[in-house]
T-cell receptor
Framework: KAGVTQTPRYLIKTRGQQVTLSCSPI?????VSWYQQTPGQGLQFLFEYFSETQRNKGNFPGRFSGRQFSNSRSEMNVSTLELGDSALYLC????????????FGPGTRLTVL | DQQVKQNSPSLSVQEGRISILNCDYT??????FLWYKKYPAEGPTFLISISSIKDKNEDGRFTVFLNKSAKHLSLHIVPSQPGDSAVYFC????????????????FGKGTKLSVIP
């Protein structure tokens, strides 16, 4: 099976712009979670989707949003980018719940200038 | 408020010796714990997990110990190998909880393990 893929791998944007990141989970996996990783902060939970429904959202401002399509692919969007949004954004998929083993993609490195 | 804490940002161990990585948590609702390993430029990979009904779980060279009363878990790697050099993340979840915060893993900030040949 192919692993979790994320596109693009690297992205440079300027403040005020918006960005959309994409995640394709492992075939058959219906749960997709997104995390933000910044230096010294570990992985911070953004949101989790299952069968096109957001089941939980982390403590991030409304500028961060996401969605999941019927084929389980997921996108996250960040509007009005701020310098502090520079981070590695990781997507993880699992069969039905993040409590089961999650498989992570390589991440998208976003730099906001 | 950090609910999962890994107080050692880094750890160096000689090859062949034991590596012990520690993790503390504050939320008493957490009942399932996982360890992930991350190499540079890659996403984290799952290592081992433990449910709160157990106090130990082994998988090859990796053993996780859970002390519920102390809200503390540790990952033991024996023997340590140079390929184990990576950042290790502890994560926790409240599986039996169905309110806000469900379907979510809470991660620590990670411990960078260096195994010296």
């Amino acid at each position: 099976k192919a692993g979790v893929t994320q596109t693009p791998r690297y992205l440079i944007k300027t403040r005020g712009q918006q960005v959309t990141l994409s995640c394709s989970p492992i075939s058959g996996h219906r749960s997709v979670s997104w995390y933000q990783q910044t230096p010294g902060q570990g992985l911070q939970f953004l949101f989790e989707y299952f069968s096109e429904t957001q089941r939980n959202k982390g403590n991030f401002p409304g500028r961060f949003s996401g969605r999941q399509f019927s084929n389980s692919r997921s996108e996250m969007n960040v509007s009005t980018l701020e310098l502090g949004d520079s981070a590695l954004y990781l997507c993880a998929s699992s069969e039905d719940s993040p409590y089961n083993e999650q498989f992570f993609g390589p991440g998208t490195r976003l730099t906001v200038l | 408020d950090q609910q999962v804490k890994q107080n050692s940002p880094s750890l160096s161990v000689q090859e062949g010796r034991i590596s012990i990585l520690n993790c503390d948590y504050t939320n008493s609702m957490f009942d399932y714990f996982l360890w992930y390993k991350k190499y540079p430029a890659e996403g984290p990979t799952f290592l081992i997990s433990i449910s709160s009904i157990k106090d130990k779980n082994e998988d090859g060279r990796f053993t996780v110990f859970l002390n519920k009363s102390a809200k503390h878990l540790s990952l033991h790697i024996v023997p340590s190998q140079p390929g184990d050099s990576a950042v290790y993340f502890c994560a926790a979840s409240a599986v039996s909880y169905s309110g806000a915060g469900s379907y979510q893993l809470t991660f620590g900030k990670g411990t960078k393990l260096s195994v010296i040949p």
